[in-house]
C-alpha cells in the first residue's frame, strides 16, 4: 500500500519542475519517490550548490615559485604578427 505525502513548495519551482519532469517523460511521484529512496540509502538531504563564484586561494611562496617555472616552461615565444596572420581563424 502507498501513501500519500503533502508538501509546500513555491508555485514557480513546481510549475518549472513539472515541465521538466513531463518533457522526461516522469511524474513528480517519480520525484518523491526517489528523493525518498535517495534519503533512505544515504541518510542525508541531496546537497544543492549554487554558483559560489570564484574561489580564492592563497599559495605559499613555495608553490608561486612552482607555478612560474612550469608557466615557464609550457609557453612558447610568437612573433608579433602571429595574431594578424590567423585573424578571423576564431582566435
Not at 25 to 49: D, I, R, W
Not at 64 to 86: E, I, Q
Amino acid at each position: 500500500m502507498d501513501a500519500m505525502v503533502t508538501a509546500r513548495v513555491p508555485v514557480e519551482v513546481k510549475e518549472r519542475v513539472g515541465t521538466m519532469l513531463r518533457e522526461a517523460g516522469s511524474t513528480p511521484t517519480e520525484l518523491v519517490n526517489a528523493a525518498y529512496e535517495y534519503y533512505l540509502h544515504s541518510g542525508k538531504l541531496p546537497q544543492v550548490h549554487e554558483d559560489e563564484g570564484p574561489v580564492c586561494i592563497t599559495l605559499t611562496p613555495e608553490q608561486v615559485a612552482k607555478l612560474r617555472l612550469r608557466l615557464r616552461r609550457s609557453t612558447c615565444p610568437m612573433p608579433l604578427d602571429f595574431w594578424s596572420a590567423h585573424a578571423g581563424e576564431g582566435v
